[in-house]
């Protein structure tokens, strides 16, 4: 598979703290890569650095080949890479239909077309995370479980080709928790390459292909979900003594 | 149902404001009224394509508007003919906004509001000084013309035309003219990509860039698009009235009219800037023309008109944000429920 995406020794300072430090990872195209590690271990930030919201210190991102440490987000977006945010961030007096056409009109791909078109896509992707029926509430008007899906709705209508994915399952019920996941494996299904931080094992393991541990802002390990899981140091930094014999309640 | 009330109600006003020149209703006064509602309303919808579509409020709007006027008055007074000037006047004015608009914009919601005060008053003190600053200046003497460019605080005076009666109903068409054409962008722009992306960057700047806006150009064409339909106004203002000096069209409280009358009238919204637009000439009209007579004591109300604004922002901001269509919905939903309630007694009974 060819590599989408390349990170070669990000790092990233705020003041004196580096938040992230040389970290080199590689996402190929249509895979899920799970991006885990304790609270303030530089998972959002990575988000960050490769959307362009806070550019790396040091290092090089690249995307399908291209340096795009410097550019500007709204740049990066239209190249094919989309986030969603962890806080979610809906356009709260807009319709989710109009939230939706916000990403439809300026994503990827938007070759001057009518507004016809891009509300055709947005009703199609709408369709798609299962919002149809909320398409003409305001957005500040719909429940934490919708707002997260109208979250993944947004970026997938700029059509990316890598989506990050940064927490959109926590905060969720189980029952939720297994729809989010379903839809996740769909869009993969759909040819979309993901990239995702996430703190609910379940979900993390159940859908990645390998996963990424960075831990006080360095990458510890690398590796297919079960490899991770056993991996000692990783047990040490992040999932505590209790989840390698068994007693977690993450499991 | 609405459509046939919005034309039955429409169609009149819209005849009898095509024909105002031709009643010569008290002597003229309503027609000098119409030229000020009409401009007024175009500045307002021009305001609220930035202010309210994308939500970066302006106190700095006077300065499009005075440079309108300005630049007509200057090229007019240097023997260009006065309507060339006016597209001029417009892409002077939009490309200031660049000017001030590239920094100021990279602020974000209230400092940015402050800034905008700054570069108003700046530039009214400016062109109050500019004849003296550019006096001894071998390079720039050159665009003084006996001694005057921009005639420092006593302004600067246009010929009047021969028929003075014509040329005002002209210019009343002309501005009519030019408010629907406000109007009718600010409803394009509502309407389409543009309007899209500006709310988006209104509702949540940071969402809006990650989404693939370019917030900062959106941003800045903004303030060009609105800047330039403010500095034709200002071009139309100075060639009716013939004479300006800096305080009235650089001054604050142009500024600050320019951003009450969307908030009053209902901001961000196409016809809010024309309502609040109509509400400020009038309540100004009949402050300043009112008197009070209390037998000994005799008060001239002219000032009172800005107390009444005021009192108004502070009621429209804590209790309606969303002026007077807000109170117009209200209404209606008051209203329907009082029928329903009305039927349903009847039906009881």
């Known amino acids: 598979m060819a590599i989408l995406l390349e990170g070669r020794k990000v790092s990233r300072n705020f003041g004196g703290l580096a938040a992230l430090l040389n970290v080199n990872f590689q996402v190929r195209s249509g895979e899920i890569v799970g991006l885990i590690g304790p609270n303030g271990a530089g998972k959002t930030t990575l988000f960050r650095c490769i959307t362009g919201v806070h550019p790396p210190t040091f290092g090089r991102i690249l995307f399908k080949g291209e340096d795009i440490s410097k550019l500007m987000p709204h740049h990066i977006c239209v190249m094919g890479i989309t986030n969603t945010h962890q806080v979610v961030k809906p356009f709260p007096e807009m319709t989710v239909l109009d939230n939706v056409r916000v990403g439809a009109f300026f994503g990827k791909g938007w070759v001057r077309g009518e507004v016809k078109d891009a509300t055709q896509e947005a009703l199609r992707v709408l369709e798609f995370t299962g919002l149809t029926s909320k398409a003409n509430f305001l957005a500040r008007n719909l429940t934490l479980p919708d707002r997260k899906r109208l979250e993944v709705a947004r970026a997938l209508a700029t059509r990316p080709e890598l989506l990050l994915l940064d927490e959109v399952v926590a905060g969720l019920n189980p029952t939720e928790v297994d729809r989010m996941i379903r839809l996740i494996q769909q869009l993969r299904e759909s040819g979309i390459t993901i990239f995702m931080v996430e703190h609910v094992m379940r979900a993390v393991l159940s859908v990645s292909d390998r996963l990424i541990v960075l831990n006080f802002g360095e990458k510890i390990a690398e590796g297919p979900p079960d490899e991770v899981a056993r991996n000692p140091q990783v047990i040490e930094a992040y999932l505590g003594k209790n989840y390698a014999s068994g007693k977690s309640h993450y499991a | ?349």
Request: hydrophobic residues 50%; charged residues 10%; glycine residues 12%.
């Open chain 2, 1 to 349: 149902m609405s459509r046939s009330w919005k034309l039955w109600v429409g169609g009149p006003v819209l005849a009898f404001l095509v024909l105002i020149p031709f009643l010569e209703l008290q002597g003229g006064y309503l027609q000098t009224l119409g030229f000020l509602t009409f401009l007024y309303i175009t500045m307002s919808t021009a305001w609220n394509i930035l202010g309210g579509y994308a939500g970066q409020t302006s106190f700095g709007h006077a300065t499009f508007y005075g440079l309108g006027a300005y630049t007509t008055c200057i090229l007019t007074l240097r023997g260009i003919p006065a309507l060339l000037t006016i597209p001029v006047a417009g892409m002077i004015a939009s490309l200031y906004g660049l000017l001030w608009g590239y920094p100021c914009l990279r602020l974000r919601g209230q400092y940015f509001a402050i800034a905008t005060i700054g570069v108003g008053e700046a530039t009214r003190l400016l062109m109050l000084n500019l004849d003296d600053l550019i006096k001894n200046n071998s390079l720039l003497k050159g665009f003084l013309q006996k001694g005057v460019l921009t005639g420092g605080a006593t302004g600067l005076m246009l010929p009047t035309p021969p028929d003075i009666q014509a040329y005002a109903t002209a210019f009343y068409y002309g501005v009519m003219g030019l408010m629907f054409f406000a109007l009718f962008v600010s409803w394009r722009v509502k309407n389409g990509k543009f309007g899209l992306g500006l709310f988006a960057i209104n509702m949540d700047m940071d969402a809006a860039e990650t989404v693939g806006v370019n917030t900062t150009r959106y941003k800045i064409l903004a303030l060009m698009l609105s800047a330039f339909l403010v500095g034709i106004s200002g071009s139309i203002y100075a060639q009716y009235v013939f004479y300006i000096d800096p305080q009235t069209v650089f001054g604050f409280p142009m500024s600050i009219a320019m951003v009450l009358m969307p908030i009053i009238g209902g901001i961000g919204t196409l016809i809010g800037p024309v309502l609040g637009a109509v509400f400020y000439i009038v309540v100004q009209d009949r402050i300043l023309t009112a008197n009070l007579n209390l037998g000994l004591i005799k008060l001239s109300l002219s000032s009172l008109h800005l107390l009444v604004y005021g009192g108004l922002l502070v009621l429209i901001i804590l209790f309606e944000p969303k002026g007077l269509l807000g109170v117009h919905h209200r209404f209606n939903i008051w209203w329907n429920k009082r029928k329903r309630r009305s039927l349903a007694a009847t039906e009881k009974a």
